[in-house]
Nanobody
């Protein structure tokens, strides 16, 4: 059974940092484009960051650019999201997602992803 499991969320103050992890199990995701999305209460899920197979292409939403860093460790089958200078507006459930291994291009659209984790809550207090 293929699974993506996020961890690392929590309650922090504005200006703090968190690192989210997304561990894949069931098979290797080294050939999958991986993305992070988030959803705040009452809003639609929105794109945060994406990384291609070899990490040669990385994109961020404008709202997190310069503060968040996506990375991957192929040996550990894990993707990370380092979040610095957190703001209250970053409060959301954060989801890890993977595209099909047959797709090489990154995407900012959640409908383009085939596998999803259950999400981890990030709450930033002011």
């Amino acid at each position: 059974q293929v699974q993506l499991v996020e961890s690392g969320g929590g309650l922090v103050q504005a200006g703090d940092s968190l690192r989210l992890s997304c561990a894949a199990s069931g098979r290797s995701f080294s050939n999958n484009v991986m993305g992070w999305f988030r959803q705040a209460p009452g809003t639609e899920r929105e794109f945060v960051a994406v990384i291609t197979r070899g990490g040669e292409r990385i994109y961020y939403s404008d709202s997190v650019k310069g503060r968040f860093t996506i990375s991957r460790d192929t040996a550990k089958n894990t993707v990370y999201l380092q979040m610095n200078s957190l703001k209250p507006e970053d409060t959301a459930v954060y989801y890890c997602a993977a595209r099909s291994r047959y797709t090489v291009s990154p995407s900012t659209q959640d409908g383009a992803y085939d596998y999803w984790g259950q999400g981890t809550q990030v709450t930033v207090s002011s």
